[in-house]
């Protein structure tokens, strides 16, 4: 349980950003026992890689807290962060490990799809939500939400590693954030309806 925990934790920080998650992964995995990498992503821990995936981060940090950028860029990462989720949920043995799961083991790929589906839930949250903020703030409010979203992919990464329990907890605050926003997007959009098109009289 503790190992899906993890996993569905990473991926739904990778949902946030892709490269934070993996950072967290391949820091740790070099200097603790709380993430042993599986066979096949030994890479993962590689500095080289860890270098690379630091660069795109630090575009990722620059590129989303600008206006109108930030929905450009939420649209390509439509690929990534789902991928990092994927690769995130697998490459702390969650797949394999779900109540000693031996079809889980069997087949690698749920796991790949579990992590894929949770981060591209909380992907397409964020790019909903994030066109609605900028409207509502004449895009003052990205920069601070989009900080926001950072400091929650790095808390949710350290929080699936080392207290996976709370993983539930923050879950349930996402589905209630999830809702709220999907009535505020609902409601802009009745808005707008209304203003193109008055009531006559």
């Known amino acids: 349980m503790f190992a899906a925990l993890t996993g569905l934790g990473l991926s739904t920080a990778a ?3 892709a ?6 992964v391949g820091v ?10 599986p066979d096949g992503y030994s890479w993962l821990s590689n500095w080289g890689v860890l270098a690379i995936i630091a ?3 630090l575009a990722e940090i620059v590129l989303d807290k600008v206006p ?11 690929v990534v962060r789902p991928a990092s989720g994927g690769v995130v949920f697998s490459a702390t043995n969650a797949a394999a490990e779900i109540d000693h799961s031996t079809w889980m083991t069997a087949n690698p790929w749920a ?8 981060a591209l839930a909380v992907h397409t ?15 003052v409010g990205a920069p601070v939400v989009s900080t926001a979203e950072d400091a929650g992919s790095l808390g949710m990464s350290l929080i699936a590693v080392f207290l996976p329990l709370l993983v539930i907890v923050v879950l349930l ?13 609902r409601r802009l959009r009745a808005r707008r309806r209304i203003r193109r098109n008055p009531p006559p009289g």
């Open 15 to 17: 949902g946030l950003n």
């Open 19 to 24: 490269y934070i998650p993996l950072l967290v």
């Open 28 to 37: 740790l995995a070099n200097f603790t026992d709380r993430v042993k990498l």
């Open 55 to 57: 660069v795109l981060l």
């Open 68 to 78: 109108a950028v930030d929905s450009v860029n939420d649209a390509v990462q439509t």
């Open 111 to 118: 796991g790949w799809l579990l992590g894929i589906a949770m």
């Open 125 to 139: 949250l964020k790019a909903t939500a994030r066109p609605v903020i900028n409207a509502g703030t004449a895009g």
């Open 173 to 185: 605050l996402l589905v209630l954030l999830a809702w709220w926003t999907i009535r505020r997007v």
